[in-house]
């Protein structure tokens, strides 16, 4: 018999306990060890029961423990210490508050999904939780940051496996009371809501949930509210559900309706306004189309308005492959902006900021990266290999310029070392050094001896092998009713065999079959009666992914055979709760991507910080991290005649490893049966990786190299009544109308011998035709280097061309202009050399940033 309405009957607790409401409802305590470690000791049943969720476990309590707790003295001292300790993390001085005046007062973070704890399943997979692990640093660094995004009725989905080993989609309906929320209010007490115009003149409207991640706030987004249409009511319903249209509606209320949350925010509490944004992939490109709104409001052109957008937006891309990106036909664009959705843009300025108008684009096409592009002025892939990529990928946007300059950086990602450290391990640190940070090298000093390390790995690893086995068995019982789980499952795993993990999302690019390519020979691998192996695997496949899905009924089906099973095992629904025991229980931690196509792939990461060695394809992360001693690489062998090929060369490579180097360093023990040689390899993947691999690290660089230069950017062009805006926006137009006349008309050369030698100087004038352009609106460059047999420039250097001292032009209208300049010849071997002129302008970031270029065509005149 099923409930026709569930909802959450929130205890009454006495004043005494007040506190701890006050702990759970601040997500600090999800990676705040003390608060965690007191919220376990109101029912250590309870805790395990509600998934360490402490409004539930506050919820599962009896009067009479109330009651006992509420006369506890020392309990209560506990809290309250907790309480103030809390309340000078929220207002103490930080890292960022040491910054100075350039530092931006407030910075909007916008993202389609946020991880941030199993008891707010707000997220399907890395994107979400690298998002919940930016807060996180950011609240840890003081980094002022004020987060948006959805609330989802249905969260993304559970997941159950069928006998046959299928992949089933469950939607339990979460009730918002019963999380670590509230509703922003106004201050007659009724719900703040934003509303944004939809076609047919509908409306949709949104209420806004806070929560306290720390000292940053997220707001989400719900339209399960009585102002909406039924149809309308359902547009939060699931992450990354439903059709084109639907997703649409998701996303404009994530970007639209998520400036309009946070200004609302603002006014409500006073904070401060965001100087910055970050939009954390391209789902909430329609942010920079709202922001345009409001400045057109205020009096400003488009054209003005979107300069102002650009400098202070950073945009974050983390897909490699132009099937990750949403696209919609530009009907259902053009449809929903012909509305007053957005007062003063109207729809071609719309079309044109998201138009794949460029050599191999869909025509009629809305591609929301191509707009989260356009729209930022400085954007950045998430792994340096990553950004090779993403340069190579969007580089039609501006053509004329080598990959390499494509205004794209990279930040590689982090994670939040105290979510997804063990508490084991950072028992171990404070044991030994008093410190509970593990992000220090200085916790692996002689006090923490092989022995320890050693047997730290053992106790992570029984950990998984416990969690799992009860893990299979609640499976089990959920689709079997009254059915007592196979016997078998109490000794599913061993915790003194080597164990490998892998866990992730199930796309074909991930290969989660990689390791079955040859059944019989790891079925050899993981039964050898020497040196066995055991492999963890979990991982959700997009419910319409149907290819995905037959990838893990392939591996269930093996991995349920009579002799393999207890050695090979699929954990159903992944989640945060999983991932905290999976990560540090397993020894090796495995990646088998196509290479290029992992963006940076952080759970490996999340292992390293425990001590788990990585075994992965150079893809990612891994390809700036490796470095022989933290794990093995898997040889890429991306020349292979075609897929099947590829798969068959990097599986067999992926045994070799498991055979020959992972599992004899693994058993080869001394006399007190310690793996010395793999013990080093811990030590120095923690001693390393720690400290690199952390989301500390990475917020720090988005501060340093993006947030605080974008906030200077667009102090300079807001300032003075937006008098930088307005000549920046003027400059452009005057450049894009006189570009198709600007050309290098003319280069010669000379100041070298027939036979150039190493220590010639090479002198080089070049006549460039302006077209009434002024000689400060371009920069004139030599680019030159070795050069291969097609003429094309390896790396080149770079030498400013200046114009001869007779050049007319400076400050005003100019013609043809003659520049010149002096390299010298410093190395032997071929060397080649061109001329290029681009635009120049103090408000552009890049010499790129327009996309224009002319470029020197044919020989030069010696």
């Not at 490996?604 to 690489?633: C, R, V, Y």
Request: charged share 20%.
């Amino acid at each position: 018999m099923k409930a026709i309405k569930r909802f959450t009957v929130q205890p009454v607790l006495p004043p005494a306990l007040g506190v701890l409401d006050e702990l759970a409802t601040n997500l600090r305590w999800s990676w705040h060890l003390p608060t965690r470690e007191l919220f376990e000791q109101l029912s250590p049943e309870a805790w395990e029961a509600a998934a360490h969720d402490p409004v539930a476990v506050l919820g599962m309590l009896d009067s009479d423990r109330i009651a006992q707790l509420a006369n506890d003295e020392g309990f209560l001292s506990r809290a309250n210490a907790l309480r103030d300790d809390l309340h000078a993390y929220l207002s103490e001085p930080r890292w960022y508050q040491s910054l100075g005046p350039d530092a931006p007062q407030s910075i909007a973070y916008f993202s389609p999904e946020f991880g941030i704890s199993a008891a707010l399943p707000q997220y399907s997979g890395g994107l979400g939780i690298l998002a919940g692990d930016h807060l996180k640093s950011a609240s840890d660094l003081g980094v002022p940051l004020i987060a948006a995004g959805l609330f989802y009725h249905s969260g993304y989905f559970a997941q159950a496996i069928s006998s046959d080993g299928w992949q089933e989609e469950s939607y339990p309906i979460l009730d918002p009371d019963g999380l670590p929320l509230t509703v922003l209010r106004r201050p007659d007490g009724t719900a703040a809501q934003v509303a944004l115009a939809l076609p047919d003149h509908g409306v949709l409207y949104a209420r806004i949930w806070q929560v306290a991640v720390g000292r940053v706030t997220l707001l989400l987004l719900d339209t399960d509210v009585p102002e909406n249409a039924d149809e309308y009511r359902s547009v939060t319903d699931r992450l990354y559900g439903g059709g084109g249209e639907h997703r649409l509606l998701q996303e404009l209320l994530l970007g639209i309706g998520g400036v309009r949350a946070i200004a609302m925010y603002t006014r409500l509490t006073g904070a401060p306004a965001p100087e910055v944004f970050h939009t954390n992939e391209g789902h909430a490109g329609f942010l920079g189309l709202e922001r345009i709104s409001d400045l057109i409001g205020g009096g400003m052109t488009f054209a003005e308005a979107l300069e102002v957008v650009r400098a202070g937006t950073v945009f974050t891309t983390h897909t490699p492959v132009a099937a990750g990106i949403d696209r919609f036909d530009s009907a259902l664009i053009t449809r929903y902006f012909s509305t007053d959705l957005l007062p003063g843009v109207d729809v071609d300025s719309v079309l044109a900021l998201g138009a794949e108008d460029y050599e191999g684009g869909t025509e009629d096409t809305f591609n929301m990266a191509v707009m989260g592009l356009r729209l930022a002025q400085r954007a950045n892939g998430v792994s340096r290999l990553h950004g090779q990529v993403s340069r190579k990928m969007f580089g039609q946007l501006w053509p004329g310029f080598d990959s390499a300059e494509v205004p794209i950086t990279s930040v590689t990602n982090g994670v939040h070392a105290p979510t997804w450290t063990d508490r084991s391990v950072a028992r171990l640190a404070e044991e030994r050094t008093g410190d509970r940070d593990t992000t220090s090298c200085d916790w692996l000093s002689d006090a923490i001896s092989d022995t320890d390390l050693w047997a730290l790995r053992g106790e992570l690893r029984g950990k998984l092998v416990d969690d799992a086995r009860r893990r299979m068995k609640e499976a089990w019982e959920e689709q079997n009713p009254g059915a007592a789980a196979p016997v078998w499952y109490d000794h599913l795993l061993d915790p003194d065999v080597l164990t490998i993990g892998f866990a992730r999302r199930v796309p074909t690019y991930k290969r989660l079959t990689l390791m079955l390519h040859d059944e019989d020979r790891l079925r050899s691998i993981l039964l050898d009666p020497k040196r066995p192996v055991q492999i963890v695997v979990a991982g959700k496949s997009h419910p319409a992914d149907d290819e995905g899905k037959r990838l893990i009924q392939q591996l269930v089906r093996f991995a349920n055979e009579p002799d393999i099973r207890g050695r090979l095992v699929f954990l159903p629904n992944y989640d945060i709760g999983m991932a905290q025991v999976l990560y540090p229980g397993t020894d090796v931690w495995l990646n088998n991507p196509l290479r290029p196509l992992e963006a940076c792939g952080t759970s490996g990461m999340k292992a390293a910080m425990n001590g788990s060695l990585n075994l992965s394809i150079l893809d990612g992360w891994w390809a700036e991290f490796f470095d022989g001693e933290n794990g093995w690489a898997i040889p890429s062998a991306d020349a292979a005649g075609n897929s099947a090929e590829r798969d068959e060369l990097e599986a067999a490579s992926l045994y070799d490893l498991i055979e020959h180097q992972v599992a004899p360093r693994f058993y080869d023990r001394n006399d007190e049966g310690i793996p010395t040689r793999w013990v080093e390899s811990i030590r120095h993947t923690l001693a390393s990786l720690s400290p690199a691999l952390s989301a500390d690290r990475m917020v720090r660089e988005y501060v340093e190299r993006l947030y605080i230069p974008a906030a200077g950017s667009a102090a300079q062009l807001t300032a003075d009544s937006a008098a930088g805006a307005r000549d920046l926006a003027a400059w452009k137009a005057k450049i894009v109308a006189a570009w198709p006349s600007v050309a290098v008309s003319h280069v010669e050369s000379g100041g070298v011998d027939a036979v150039p030698e190493v220590g010639d100087e090479l002198h080089v004038r070049a006549k460039i035709q302006l077209d009434g352009l002024s000689i400060d609106d371009v920069s004139v460059e030599l680019l030159y280097g070795f050069a291969h047999s097609n003429d094309e420039l390896v790396e080149p250097q770079r030498l400013e061309l200046t114009p001869d001292d007779t050049a007319e032009g400076a400050g005003g209208a100019a013609g043809v202009v003659q520049f010149g300049g002096t390299v010298t010849l410093n190395r032997a071997g071929s060397f080649g050399y061109t001329v290029r002129v681009t635009p120049r302008h103090a408000g552009l970031a890049s010499e790129a940033e327009l996309g224009l270029v002319a470029t020197a065509v044919g020989s030069d005149r010696a």
